[in-house]
């Protein structure tokens, strides 16, 4: 179902597409904060999110005119964002000796935070839990508003993928709000 937002934005892309500037600058604000927010879920780093969408402003902006359906425009650009988070984490990889796992990683009972009496500060610790992986498919889908096609366009992943690991991320979230009950 396509609402005014999308045909807003294949307007946007269409006009960015043929030379329009201000078209260009308004796509630019308009998908800058969620594009942002995947690159800080997918980095975990402040820094790292504003160097990837550095990056990933570029490669968009270049290749926006090779785009052929805008209507994929905004899964397209999580594709793009992703693929410069990937090769951000790489980077960083190989350039520092990582000899323990990630701390986030290796945490299995919740540590209260200061606003963890309520529920949303509940919520966003049993979000720490959760693999990264898992964190960033449901931001995807409930926070960003994309469809699991949209996801799957921009994760390289079959829908069906997409689907399994929403519902194993949902379990898995469930779990940890259980056995955290107050």
């Known amino acids: 179902m396509r609402t005014e937002c999308d045909a807003y934005e294949e307007l946007l892309v269409l006009r960015a597409q043929g030379g329009d500037h201000r ?5 630019v604000d308009y998908w800058h904060p969620p594009l942002t927010r995947h690159a800080l879920r ?12 550095q990056e990933s402003w570029l490669a968009i902006v270049r290749s926006l005119g090779r785009l052929t359906d805008p209507a994929c425009a905004r899964s397209w650009a999580y594709r793009i964002v992703t693929h410069k988070c990937t090769d951000w984490v790489r980077r960083r990889a190989r350039s520092r000796q990582v000899t323990q796992p990630l701390q986030e990683d290796m945490l299995t009972e919740l540590s209260p935070s200061h606003d963890s009496q309520d529920e949303s500060g509940r919520l966003r610790d049993a979000l720490r839990l959760l693999a990264r992986e898992q964190r960033v498919i449901l931001s995807m889908f409930y926070v960003d508003d994309m469809s ?6 921009a994760c390289s992943l079959p829908a069906g993928t997409v689907k399994s690991r929403l519902f194993h991320a949902r379990n898995r979230l469930k779990q940890i709000l259980e056995r955290t009950d107050p």
């Open 23 to 27: 078209a260009l600058a308004a796509l």
């Open 42 to 53: 997918l980095t975990g780093e402040a820094d790292g999110a504003a160097e990837v969408m």
């Open 148 to 153: 699991v096609r949209e996801i799957a366009e």
